[in-house]
């Protein structure tokens, strides 16, 4: 099957050699998403809220430029810096995901940067379900 590679506009550019989206099929994986900006610059320093809703936001871009949304989401793993930070990141993850949400996993991790506190992978499907 033919994997095509998903850059969405305005994105930061990738920290490291990975590609922000790949679609195979009717399937989008949406890699490690990361609280930065077009600049590539930490979003919501110390704020596990604004980043968690920066890093959904850039999820959503990366599904919106092959014409999906957060609806088509089957599975998210969720990296936590700190466990602490639990209740706060899911109070914004529910506004993403008021009902059915997708299935998840999350765990604390060291993230590649000091100043990162969550990370999100995603995988979509779309079309015929």
Do not use: W
């Not at 990361?34 to 599904?63: M, N």
């Amino acid at each position: 099957m033919r994997r095509k590679p998903i850059y969405p506009a305005n994105a930061p550019r990738p920290l490291a050699p990975y590609t922000p989206g790949i679609r195979v099929g009717n399937t989008i994986y949406v890699s490690g998403m990361l609280a930065l900006d077009e600049k590539g610059e930490v979003v919501g320093k110390g704020d596990v809220a604004a980043q968690t809703r920066r890093v959904i936001e850039l999820v959503e871009q990366v599904l919106k430029a092959e014409g999906a949304s957060l609806r088509d989401i089957a599975f998210n793993a969720i990296f936590l810096k700190d466990l602490g930070d639990y209740a706060a990141m899911n109070a914004v993850y529910r506004e993403y995901f008021p009902q059915e949400p997708p299935a998840r996993y999350c765990i604390r991790a060291d993230l590649v940067k000091p100043d990162f506190l969550v990370e999100i992978a995603s995988t979509a499907h779309i079309g015929e379900g």
